[in-house]
């Protein structure tokens, strides 16, 4: 009789992205536990950088692809490219093959890796078990749908899917859920005035879900947002506490949500 060998864990590269990085690293550390429960193997370069994305919107696509050089060259040989950020996976996914296209040996190489890259809920809605609990969070959420994540990767059950294993969770939908934050990183700084309109607007149909907290997996979006929230509650409107995705998933939400505080520690002392 033959025997049948367990197949290899895939080996996931975590690309970890600069404002979680900088930011928040405990949605770098609830990325981590997810892909690990969900069975992977994860490791995360050290010699990573940014994906050149704010590089590339301002048109200064020769350091762009320098930077997307430094980027391929550290994530290749992976099973899967991870991104907690729909927006730096887009950048990877749709955008290097663009910027390295005419190049017969990076574009190849640009291609490839595009291939492999997926959007944080993309992989844990493929390989978790959705049948199982993931977490217990008693309370209320809405779901923002950042651009990049619905339009660039294609991202829009698989998140809802995985919030529905959070037992007590109650999702309520926004109104709108295609409408964009108003960030859209350069775009802010650019037409600041436009982007707060927009933001402001975006906030208010948050705030109509009567939802205890937003919850979502770009955290540009989610600091844009938090910020606008926590402007309109100190007029007296009401609080919405701001969570990124993995750390609802991996039940860490016992520290304080984006702005509310120190909340950008290790993860050690949150539950899972």
């Known amino acids: 009789m033959t025997q049948t060998l367990p197949s290899p864990l895939p080996t996931v590269g975590l690309f970890v992205t600069c404002l979680v990085d ?4 405990s ?3 609830a990325a981590l536990r997810l892909l ?7 490791v995360v370069p050290e010699n990573q950088t940014c994906c050149g994305q704010p590089a590339y919107n301002s048109g200064d696509f020769k350091d762009a692809r320098t930077i997307a050089r430094d980027v391929i060259e550290a994530f290749e040989g992976f099973d899967q490219v991870i991104v907690p950020s729909g927006s730096c996976a887009g950048m990877i996914h749709v955008h290097y093959p663009k ?3 005419g190049d017969s040996v990076w574009q190849v190489r640009a291609e490839a890796l595009a291939q492999r890259t997926m959007e944080l809920t993309q992989y844990l809605a493929r390989h978790l078990d959705l049948n199982e609990t993931s977490a217990t969070l008693r309370g209320s959420a809405t779901y923002h749908d950042s651009c990049s994540s619905k339009r660039e990767m294609g991202v829009l059950d698989e998140p809802r899917k995985l919030l529905a294993t959070v037992d007590g969770l109650e999702l309520k939908e926004l109104a709108d859920s295609e409408t964009c934050c108003g960030f ?3 775009f802010s700084i ?8 927009i933001a402001d607007k975006k906030a208010q149909m948050i705030e109509d879900t009567q939802a205890d907290m937003l919850v979502g997996a770009d955290l540009g979006c989610l600091m844009n947002l938090s910020g606008k929230l926590k402007r309109r509650g ?3 409107r009401t609080g919405v506490r701001v969570y990124h995705i993995a750390e609802v998933l991996a039940g860490m939400t016992d520290a304080p949500g984006l702005g509310d505080g120190m909340s950008d520690g290790d993860g050690e002392g949150q539950t899972s």
């Open 22 to 25: 900088l930011m928040r690293p």
């Open 234 to 236: 100190q007029e007296g």
């Open 184 to 186: 859209g990183g350069l």
């Open 36 to 42: 690990e429960r969900a069975g992977a193997k994860v």
């Open 190 to 197: 650019k037409f600041p005035d436009v982007s707060g309109d």
């Open 99 to 101: 910027l390295f296209a």
């Open 27 to 29: 949605v770098g550390f």
